[in-house]
């Protein structure tokens, strides 16, 4: 069965690289965030993106973390455990000259329970129905890889309400198509 190339492209939005398209790996599963969706999200962060730390995690595509960079964050951790997923990112971000982006291959519940580095802004999308929402915002929370007054972007399947963790707070929430999404800020002193 062939592959429809345009399907495995995603377009960065705003930014240095707007409108640039970019490949992807072809894996099931792997959704990129649509831009509708992205345009808000960035619309919402726009306060506070440029120079930010962002933590990308079940990478995928990559949409989140290339928009972070595209649009001045300082620097933007891409965490993925399929190896041709990383793969494709780091040959993206050769072709972009993205020397503020890190790719790590690893699984992210097992990675988060490395030492552990405060970030400004975190996009969290993992694939859907696995349970694993839950698990990642509380190693996030429990092991000191927010920043104090951190957002943390969550993308799931539309319905799901996940239990915050005490101190976050809900910034933004909207729904597209099949996809709940909400921009949480964290507040804690």
């Known amino acids: 069965m062939r592959t429809n190339r345009a399907q495995n492209q995603l377009r960065i939005i705003g930014g240095r690289w707007r409108g640039r398209k970019l490949p992807f790996a072809a894996l ?3 959704r990129p965030t649509p831009d509708r969706v992205r345009e808000t999200l960035f619309n919402w962060l726009a306060p506070v993106i440029r120079g930010s730390r962002c ?3 079940y ?3 990559g949409a989140l973390g290339l928009e972070a960079a595209s649009r001045g964050a300082a620097g933007v951790v891409m965490i993925d455990h399929a190896g041709e997923v990383v793969g494709s990112l780091r040959e993206q971000l050769a072709i972009l000259d993205a020397g503020e982006v890190d790719v ?3 699984d992210v519940v097992q990675w988060l329970q490395g030492p552990a580095q ?3 802004i975190v996009f969290l999308d993992p694939p859907f129905r696995q349970g694993l929402l839950s698990a990642t915002m509380r190693l996030l929370e429990e092991n000191g890889w927010l920043a104090a007054d951190a957002f943390i972007y969550i993308e799931a399947e539309k319905g799901l309400r996940p239990d915050l963790p005490e101190g976050w ?3 933004r929430s909207k729904q597209a198509g099949q996809v709940g999404y909400q921009l949480v800020r964290r507040q804690r002193i």
Do not use: K, N, R
Request: aromatic letters at 12%; charged letters at 15%.
């Open 28 to 30: 099931p599963g792997l």
């Open 55 to 57: 933590l990308d995690l």
């Open 59 to 61: 990478a995928g595509s």
């Open 104 to 106: 790590i291959q690893a």
């Open 118 to 120: 405060a970030f400004d």
């Open 169 to 171: 707070e809900i910034y």
